[in-house]
């Protein structure tokens, strides 16, 4: 079956600077790639996703970068503000909608 | 539009006891599927289903039942609740078309303590 890898983490950043959250998956099948951000108390919640056939996609402050040859993707969040502050998983699914979570990283931003 | 529901939000049980967790969509998702959180293990499949009638195994099923008799309703049963069943629970659904991917709605959780 498919395996995300997630890594760092833990991440800590200083307000305004960027942060790069990295993920692998083994299952060369697998064409979609979301993004979730987990706050206290409360359930994953999509913040952007890519598709196989895209490299990267834009939205706002955060972005996603696949590179299909090395199976890993990125997510990229620029200006963090502290309510950037959670936990972020990336996942992966091929055809059947099965999301294969990775671990999660705690993305602290200090003021 | 409530989205996805999960009730209850806390429960305590002792050993043994038998309990279900309920979910509920009304997004007319075909989709749905139930993981568990644990610290550092991430989320981790429990069951799924993709449609009322159909449910299959996922990464980690033992100790648990799932049904699917409608579209909007997909229960978790705890059998025997066991120490090791301590986590939260999260209930997940999407639309589920052949060969095409959507983002997953979760419930908030229901974070449950095996004593």
């Known amino acids: 079956g498919e395996n995300v890898e997630q890594h760092p983490s833990t991440l800590s950043v200083q307000e305004g600077d960027s942060a790069v959250i990295k993920c692998t998956y083994s299952d060369s099948a697998s064409n979609y790639f979301p993004w979730y951000k987990q706050e206290l108390g409360k359930g994953p919640q999509l913040i952007i996703d890519?598709?196989?056939?895209?490299g990267e996609k834009k939205d706002q402050r955060i972005a996603v970068t696949l590179n299909k040859t090395a199976k890993h993707f990125s997510l990229h969040i620029t200006e963090t503000q502290p309510e950037d502050s959670a936990v972020y998983f990336c996942?992966?699914?091929?055809?059947?909608?099965?999301?294969?979570f990775g671990k999660g990283i705690t993305l602290s931003v200090r003021p | 539009n409530a989205g996805v529901t999960q009730t209850p939000k806390f429960q305590v049980l002792k050993t043994g006891q038998s309990m279900t967790l309920q979910c509920a969509q009304d997004?007319?998702?075909?989709?749905m599927s139930w993981y568990r959180q644990d610290p550092g293990m991430g989320l981790r499949l429990i069951h799924y289903s993709v449609g009322a009638g159909i449910t299959d195994q996922g990464e980690v099923p033992n100790g648990y039942n799932v049904s699917r008799s409608t579209t909007e309703d997909f229960p978790l049963r705890l059998l025997s609740a066991a120490p090791s069943q301590t986590s939260v629970y999260f209930c997940?659904?999407?639309?589920?078309?052949?060969?095409?991917?959507?983002?997953?709605?979760f419930g908030s959780g229901t974070r449950l303590t095996v004593v």
């Open positions: 997004m007319n998702h075909e989709y």
């Open positions: 996942a992966a699914a091929g055809a059947n909608s099965k999301l294969t």
């Open positions: 997940a659904s999407t639309w589920a078309l052949t060969g095409t991917n959507y983002g997953y709605t």
């Open positions: 890519i598709r196989s056939n895209v």
